[in-house]
């Protein structure tokens, strides 16, 4: 069983940064495929980064060169750094975590809003 908990969400203008942090808990940590995920209103989940436990990372098209995940096993944590957000980046992002058998943990989510 994991836990986790998103943190770093808010309101912020067109062309700013926000950095997204989810911190997990109650399992091994390192052996689990992290991603963030993101869901607009009327549309579907979908993804926007992943990274493995080796460090390979995959991103979504509309984001490719301006956001960039990142994990730290020794901290439990994995981070989503966005840059040059657009109106179209406002969604509720989610934290997942993927085991080994593909069982899916999911974070509580917290709102980005890209707004002028």
């Known amino acids: 069983q994991v836990q986790l908990v998103e943190s770093g969400g808010g309101l912020v203008q067109p062309g700013g940064s926000l950095r997204l942090s989810c911190a997990a808990s109650g399992s091994i940590f390192s052996t689990y495929t992290m991603g963030w995920y993101r869901q607009a209103p009327g549309k579907q989940r979908e993804l926007v980064a992943s990274?493995?436990?080796?460090?390979?990372?995959n991103y979504a098209d509309s984001v490719k060169g301006r956001f960039t995940i990142s994990r730290d096993n020794a901290k439990n944590t994995v981070n989503l750094q966005m840059n040059s957000l657009k109106p179209e980046d406002t969604a509720v992002y989610y934290c997942?975590?993927?085991?080994?058998?593909?069982?899916?943990?999911w974070g509580q989510g917290t709102q980005v809003t890209v707004s002028s």
């Open positions: 997942n975590a993927k085991n080994v058998r593909s069982v899916n943990y």
């Open positions: 990274i493995t436990r080796g460090g390979t990372t």
